[in-house]
């Protein structure tokens, strides 16, 4: 994974709920996560698939990604090809989610000086509020599975 993102920005406010990102009509039907990532975030934009393109930012409120443990959430907006998830604020187990399947959620206060359409550039280690290293080495490995099955183990031996 790039440490530099750029992409178009779209819009969402605040509590956006797992059942939001993706409805629970579609997370128990399949395990095909391509299959998901077409109807994210459909109950608020029935249109958002088709308005997206790969490396596009998701930027919302405060408290996203509330309500459900399942990972579902967060891999229906990474292989609908957004870049990373600004928000103001996260709920802990989507946060942590998110950073296990390799999907970049930055907290930024400023969300609201954000216009739907901006084109933002964005550098992990230089724009954001910084994540621990050990996160930014699990995003860079694609996910906490991929880094397992890179180094045999949960902390590398640096």
Same mark, same amino acid.
């Given at each position: 994974m790039a440490t530099g993102m750029k992409g178009k920005v779209h819009i969402f406010g605040d509590d956006v709920n797992t059942d939001y990102i993706i409805s629970g009509r579609y997370k128990f039907k399949t395990l095909d996560n391509r299959e998901l990532a077409k109807h994210v975030m459909? *109950? #608020? *934009?029935? *249109? &958002?698939? $088709? @308005? !997206? $393109? /790969?490396?596009?930012? #998701?930027? =919302? /409120? %405060?408290n996203f990604g509330c309500g459900s443990s399942r990972e579902q959430a967060p891999l229906a907006i990474k292989y609908a090809g957004i $870049? =990373?998830? !600004? =928000? @103001? $604020? &996260?709920a802990r187990i989507f946060y942590r989610n998110a950073i296990n399947v390799g999907l970049p959620v930055l907290e930024c206060m400023r969300v609201?000086? !954000? %216009?739907?359409? *901006?084109v933002l550039d964005v550098? #992990? @280690?230089l724009d954001v509020k910084p994540l621990p290293d050990v996160m930014l080495e699990i995003l860079e490995e694609g996910g906490l599975a991929d880094y397992f099955r890179k180094h045999k183990g949960f902390l590398s031996q640096k």
């Open positions: 459909e *109950d #608020l *934009d029935p *249109d &958002f698939y $088709s @308005k !997206i $393109s /790969g490396g596009d930012f #998701l930027v =919302a /409120g %405060r $870049s =990373a998830v !600004i =928000a @103001k $604020s &996260f609201e000086e !954000i %216009r739907e359409g *901006d550098n #992990l @280690k």
